[in-house]
C-alpha cells in the first residue's frame, strides 16, 4: 500500500494540539532550553544514519529533526516572535540570493568550487552591514570542534590563505608532530602539551581538506572499526571463558590481531 502523502502544515497541526489545552503534559511542559538539546540529538543521529546511507532510517531520522524544528518554531509562535514560515521564508530567500548563477543574471557556473567561491562573495557583501571584526566569525564557536576546525581552514581558504597542496599540509601535519614530541620529551606541563596536540589536530584537519576528505566521517569510520574489533576481542574472550580485564597486554594485543584478521 502506498505511504499516505503528509505535508508540513500536518505536522504543524499535530504540534499545536500537543501544546494546546488538552495536549500532552510533556510537550506542554518544554521549554527553548529543553528542547535545543533534543534538536543537537536528532541531528548527529540522522548525521549517523547519512553516513551509513542507511535511507531508510535517515527518513526516519530527518522527520525527527524536523519535528524538533517545528517544536522550537511553535514555541517562538507562542512567544510572539515568529511562526514556522519565517524560517521557511528566510531560508528560501537566502537560496535564491546566494545562487545568482541559477536564479539571477549572473554568468552559468559549471564548477562546484567556483561556486564555493561565489557563495562567500555574496555572503561577505550581506555581512558588509553588520558588525563583524572577521570573516572567520561566520564559522560559529558552537560547532563541534572537529567539524569547526575544518570549516575555519575552508574559511580561510576561500580569502587565499591556504597551503598549494597536500604534500605542504604533510610537511606542517610532520612539525606539529615534531613539536608535540619534543613537549613531551622536556616533560612540558599539560597546558603546553593539550596546546601542541590542538595545533597537530588542527593540522589534520586541514590535510583532510586538501585530500577532499571530511575528517568528522574519517574519524567516525575509525570509530566504527574500533567498536567491530573490540567486540570482536570480547567474543574471543568470552569463547574461551577469559576476562578482558584480567589478561595482559600481550593477550590483549594478541587478541585484537585476531580481530583484525577476521575482517
Given at each position: 500500500?502506498?505511504q499516505q ?8 497541526n499535530?504540534?499545536?494540539?500537543l501544546?494546546?489545552p488538552g495536549g ?8 527553548v532550553?529543553?528542547?535545543k538539546?533534543?534538536l543537537?540529538?536528532?541531528c ?5 544514519a547519512?553516513a551509513?546511507e542507511?535511507?531508510?532510517e535517515?527518513a526516519?531520522?530527518?522527520g525527527?529533526v524536523?519535528?524538533?524544528v517545528?517544536?522550537?518554531?511553535r514555541l517562538?509562535q507562542?512567544a510572539?516572535r ?9 531560508v528560501?530567500d537566502?537560496?535564491?540570493?546566494r545562487h ?5 543574471d549572473?554568468?552559468p557556473i559549471t564548477e562546484?568550487d567556483d561556486v ?8 561577505r557583501?550581506e555581512?558588509k ?13 558552537a ?6 576546525a575544518y570549516r575555519?581552514?575552508?574559511?580561510a ?9 597536500a604534500?605542504e ?8 608532530l615534531?613539536e608535540?614530541k619534543?613537549?613531551m620529551?622536556?616533560g612540558e ?7 601542541e596536540?590542538?595545533?597537530l589536530l ?8 586538501h ?9 567516525l569510520?575509525?570509530s ?7 567486540g570482536?576481542?570480547?567474543?574471543m ?5 577469559l576476562?578482558l580485564?584480567?589478561?595482559d597486554m600481550?593477550?590483549l594485543?594478541?587478541?585484537w590481531?585476531?580481530?583484525k584478521?577476521?575482517?
Amino acid at each position: 500500500m502506498p505511504q499516505q502523502k503528509a505535508n508540513l502544515d500536518e505536522l504543524v497541526n499535530i504540534m499545536a494540539t500537543l501544546r494546546g489545552p488538552g495536549g500532552c503534559p510533556w510537550d506542554r511542559k518544554q521549554t527553548v532550553q529543553t528542547i535545543k538539546d533534543y534538536l543537537l540529538e536528532e541531528c548527529y543521529e540522522a548525521y549517523d544514519a547519512a553516513a551509513r546511507e542507511d535511507f531508510d532510517e535517515l527518513a526516519d531520522e530527518l522527520g525527527d529533526v524536523l519535528f524538533e524544528v517545528v517544536f522550537l518554531s511553535r514555541l517562538a509562535q507562542e512567544a510572539g516572535r515568529f511562526d514556522i514560515s519565517l524560517p521557511i521564508r528566510l531560508v528560501a530567500d537566502k537560496l535564491i540570493r546566494r545562487h545568482p548563477h541559477v536564479f539571477g543574471d549572473h554568468p552559468p557556473i559549471t564548477e562546484a568550487d567556483d561556486v564555493l567561491t561565489a557563495w562567500q562573495a555574496v555572503k561577505r557583501t550581506e555581512t558588509k552591514s553588520q558588525e563583524r571584526k572577521s570573516q572567520l566569525d561566520g564559522v560559529s564557536p558552537a560547532m563541534p570542534p572537529l567539524l569547526q576546525a575544518y570549516r575555519l581552514g575552508q574559511r580561510a581558504a576561500s580569502m587565499g590563505f591556504d597551503w598549494p597542496d597536500a604534500q605542504e599540509v604533510m610537511k606542517k601535519v610532520d612539525e606539529e608532530l615534531g613539536e608535540l614530541k619534543d613537549a613531551m620529551a622536556h616533560g612540558e606541563p599539560p597546558r603546553r602539551l593539550e596546546e601542541e596536540l590542538g595545533d597537530l589536530l588542527f593540522s589534520l584537519t586541514n590535510l583532510a581538506r586538501h585530500l577532499k576528505i571530511a575528517p568528522h566521517d574519517s574519524l567516525l569510520s575509525a570509530s566504527r572499526k574500533f567498536r567491530r574489533r573490540f567486540g570482536f576481542m570480547e567474543e574471543m574472550a568470552a569463547a574461551r571463558n577469559l576476562v578482558l580485564e584480567d589478561l595482559d597486554m600481550d593477550a590483549l594485543e594478541d587478541l585484537w590481531r585476531q580481530a583484525k584478521d577476521r575482517e
